[in-house]
């Protein structure tokens, strides 16, 4: 079941919003490195290491200027430059929101590294022919893009622009084994949460994206961590429709460790507690 954004995302908005007004003028920010679909193990092995620090150097600086904001705010006179913040948030409270944040921007940008070859996998084979004129590079691109906003989307509560990333005969797959909706389902679920600004929280860790050789189909799998969830797994299908991605299927699953599957079949095999 998707959960809903827990209170505390209030407190991370206003760090935001610090983040952004303190970095505004800050000189422009290391750039991350991109790899092409056909990049070999190597290729991937020598960038990664470089990806990571850029990440790394990229979400620290933007910490720190969110924690000035915090600290400026309690000196005299701060109440009058961030009215917004005064009374119950607290430094503590506002550092804290600096820190998360900190650990989105990480969630969000590390999904962009490149991933090294694991033991004995062969480097990639070379992209499938596709129509000529299929720039597979800016269809990642594109398909990342779309995925990305849908998640935010989500996080903000903002139906409108959710269900916008859809196709109409859209198949949405959720935790429980009772949730297979179409598009009409889904929106009936969803809407009394959106409607209240309650959505759900994922931030993407990895992704692949693979498409069909006429360039109008894709399929993709992504990590996740949920807010509320925790670790979980995004995979489906999009289709290009009048050039934009949208999507055909999404199906969101729990992932169990091996080595706790016996505990958790357990549970499920347990019989159900009354509810109070």
């Known amino acids: 079941m998707i959960r809903s954004a827990r209170p505390g995302l209030v ?3 206003l760090a935001g919003a610090l983040l952004v007004a303190a970095c505004g003028a800050s000189a422009p920010p290391p750039e ?10 190597a290729d991937r092995a020598q960038a990664r290491p470089a990806c990571l ?10 910490r720190v200027a969110c924690e000035s904001s915090c600290q400026s705010r309690t000196l005299p006179g701060s109440s009058e430059k961030h009215p917004e913040l005064s009374g119950d948030i607290q430094e503590t409270q506002c550092r804290e929101g600096c820190r998360e944040a900190s ?10 590294c490149p991933t090294t070859c694991d033991a004995g996998e062969a480097s990639p084979s070379p ?33 409108a622009r959710y269900f916008a990333h859809f196709a109409p005969q859209a198949i949405f797959l959720g935790t429980d084994a009772t949730e297979r909706w179409d598009l009409a389902a ?5 809407h009394p949460r959106f409607s209240q600004g309650k959505g759900w929280v994922f931030h993407a860790l990895r992704r692949a994206v693979s498409f069909d050789g006429d360039g109008d189909m894709a399929w993709f799998d992504e990590d996740l961590r949920g807010e509320r969830l ?3 797994r995004g995979s489906g299908v999009l289709v290009r429709d009048h050039g934009r991605w949208l999507v055909a299927q999404y199906n969101l699953a729990l992932t169990i460790p ?5 505990e958790v079949r357990a549970l499920l095999d347990a019989p159900k507690k009354p509810s109070p």
């Open 258 to 262: 091996n080595e706790r599957f016996d």
């Open 186 to 190: 889904f929106r009936a679920y969803a």
């Open 11 to 13: 407190l991370l908005a």
């Open 32 to 41: 991350l490195p991109i790899l092409g679909s056909d990049a070999t193990c």
């Open 103 to 112: 650990r989105g921007c990480e969630a969000s940008l590390l999904v962009r």
């Open 230 to 232: 925790g670790p979980a």
């Open 127 to 159: 992209p499938a022919s596709v129509a000529p004129g299929f720039d597979r590079a800016a269809a990642e691109r594109d398909v990342a893009r779309e995925l990305d906003d849908l998640h935010d989307a989500a996080a903000h509560a903002d139906e």
């Open 53 to 62: 620090a850029a990440v790394e150097a990229r979400c620290s600086s933007q």
